[in-house]
């Protein structure tokens, strides 16, 4: 009426979990009395023998099991999870390191990028000089030769002027543009600027012509000494013509002090020929004209007149801006030669400083991805 169940069926020994399986008899305790007595070999533990069935499995030995019991059978289970061994590093090969990396550390360069290109302004000098001195030569011998007034009409005379001026012009140019190559920027204080350099010499050009343009439409009213508003006309008129001068000589004062040149230079070279003008002026007005024309001018004496009012302040201009344009590419240039000197020695330390360890190498799948 009852069916009988199915036997049960034991899976394999070497199916089993880990913590069921038999484990062999203990080497250095007794054996079971079912050991047979035949001859041991040494290391090889003998077997019990079974009876005519089958050989017959060994007793469990009692006590706690040698192989604790596991959660799972995973081959994970079984793989060490320390970490790796760590090769030994000597304290030589430490301290070089910590010292190499010390020294990259501790590296500072003077100079972070190379000595800009400067423009050559040397030649400069001289033809500024000789052409400041060509043109007060030709306006004494065009004096000498012509009649009066053939100064202010006579094309050689303005012609060399003209150059001497395009020659000073280029100069500034040339310089203010390497004086900003030289000296960057600051909160305050702008890059040097070749064109603003031309733009104030131009102002400064224009501005006697100006002058001499209101003098001359004021001439009858400053005839009459009661005229007050004419002279005040004319006192403001010439006090704006001396600032108009003033202006490219402080541009290339305040560029001069911010490169390193000393201001007296600078400051000569506007106030020496100004102060010689003011000289010949008075000299000419107070008495030398009288004494020179009570006989009439003859060309010699002419000449001379000339020679006191604008020879001599010519002569001082020429020789105060050959100093000033010397003292400011000098001063140029020995900033650039220590330019080059600290990047000459930048290299050479970079050069020197130990090759970068695998910590400072990139990354490979960085650049890969780069």
């Given at each position: 009426m009852f069916e009988e169940p199915p036997p049960s069926v034991e899976p394999p020994l070497d199916q089993l979990p880990v913590d069921q399986q038999p484990l062999p008899p203990r080497l250095n305790g007794d054996v079971d009395s079912d050991v047979s007595s035949g001859p041991r070999l040494p290391g090889i533990p003998q077997l019990p023998m079974g009876g005519m069935d089958g050989p017959a499995m060994p007793s469990r030995p009692t006590g706690p099991p040698l192989i604790p019991p596991l959660e799972t059978t995973s081959p994970i289970d079984f793989v060490d999870g320390g970490g790796h061994p760590v090769a030994a590093v000597s304290p030589l090969a430490m301290s070089a390191?910590?010292?190499?990396?010390?020294?990259?550390?501790?590296?500072?360069?003077?100079?972070s990028d190379p000595p800009p290109v400067l423009v050559p302004t040397w030649w400069l000098r001289s033809a500024v000089l000789l052409s400041l001195l060509g043109a007060m030569g030709v306006t004494l011998w065009t004096e000498y030769q012509g009649v009066p007034g053939d100064v202010a009409t006579s094309t050689a005379v303005w012609g060399a002027h003209i150059l001497a001026g395009v020659l000073l012009v280029l100069w500034s140019f040339l310089a203010m543009g390497n004086a900003g190559r030289i000296v960057p920027p600051s909160r305050y204080q702008k890059r040097a600027s070749g064109s603003m350099a031309v733009v104030l010499w131009m102002v400064a050009a224009v501005a006697p012509f100006g002058a001499l343009a209101v003098a001359r439409r004021l001439e009858v009213r400053l005839n009459d000494s009661e005229d007050l508003a004419a002279v005040a006309i004319m006192v403001a008129t010439v006090f704006v013509a001396f600032l108009l001068l003033w202006l490219p000589f402080r541009y290339h004062m305040r560029q001069a002090s911010r490169v390193g040149a000393p201001r007296q230079a600078m400051l000569g070279w506007f106030f020496a020929p100004l102060l010689a003008g003011v000289f010949g002026l008075l000299a000419v007005s107070v008495g030398l004209g009288d004494l020179l024309a009570d006989d009439g001018l003859e060309p010699s004496e002419r000449l001379v007149q000339v020679g006191v009012a604008y020879a001599m302040p010519m002569f001082v201009f020429a020789l105060s801006t050959w100093r000033a344009i010397t003292v400011f590419d000098e001063v140029i240039d020995l900033r650039w030669r220590r330019w080059r000197?600290?990047?000459?020695?930048?290299?050479?330390?970079?050069a020197a400083q130990p090759a970068p360890g695998p910590e400072g190498s990139p990354d490979i799948d960085n650049l890969l991805d780069s």
């Amino acid at each position: 009426m009852f069916e009988e169940p199915p036997p049960s069926v034991e899976p394999p020994l070497d199916q089993l979990p880990v913590d069921q399986q038999p484990l062999p008899p203990r080497l250095n305790g007794d054996v079971d009395s079912d050991v047979s007595s035949g001859p041991r070999l040494p290391g090889i533990p003998q077997l019990p023998m079974g009876g005519m069935d089958g050989p017959a499995m060994p007793s469990r030995p009692t006590g706690p099991p040698l192989i604790p019991p596991l959660e799972t059978t995973s081959p994970i289970d079984f793989v060490d999870g320390g970490g790796h061994p760590v090769a030994a590093v000597s304290p030589l090969a430490m301290s070089a390191t910590s010292q190499t990396s010390d020294e990259a550390s501790d590296f500072a360069p003077l100079r972070s990028d190379p000595p800009p290109v400067l423009v050559p302004t040397w030649w400069l000098r001289s033809a500024v000089l000789l052409s400041l001195l060509g043109a007060m030569g030709v306006t004494l011998w065009t004096e000498y030769q012509g009649v009066p007034g053939d100064v202010a009409t006579s094309t050689a005379v303005w012609g060399a002027h003209i150059l001497a001026g395009v020659l000073l012009v280029l100069w500034s140019f040339l310089a203010m543009g390497n004086a900003g190559r030289i000296v960057p920027p600051s909160r305050y204080q702008k890059r040097a600027s070749g064109s603003m350099a031309v733009v104030l010499w131009m102002v400064a050009a224009v501005a006697p012509f100006g002058a001499l343009a209101v003098a001359r439409r004021l001439e009858v009213r400053l005839n009459d000494s009661e005229d007050l508003a004419a002279v005040a006309i004319m006192v403001a008129t010439v006090f704006v013509a001396f600032l108009l001068l003033w202006l490219p000589f402080r541009y290339h004062m305040r560029q001069a002090s911010r490169v390193g040149a000393p201001r007296q230079a600078m400051l000569g070279w506007f106030f020496a020929p100004l102060l010689a003008g003011v000289f010949g002026l008075l000299a000419v007005s107070v008495g030398l004209g009288d004494l020179l024309a009570d006989d009439g001018l003859e060309p010699s004496e002419r000449l001379v007149q000339v020679g006191v009012a604008y020879a001599m302040p010519m002569f001082v201009f020429a020789l105060s801006t050959w100093r000033a344009i010397t003292v400011f590419d000098e001063v140029i240039d020995l900033r650039w030669r220590r330019w080059r000197t600290e990047w000459e020695q930048t290299l050479g330390a970079l050069a020197a400083q130990p090759a970068p360890g695998p910590e400072g190498s990139p990354d490979i799948d960085n650049l890969l991805d780069s």
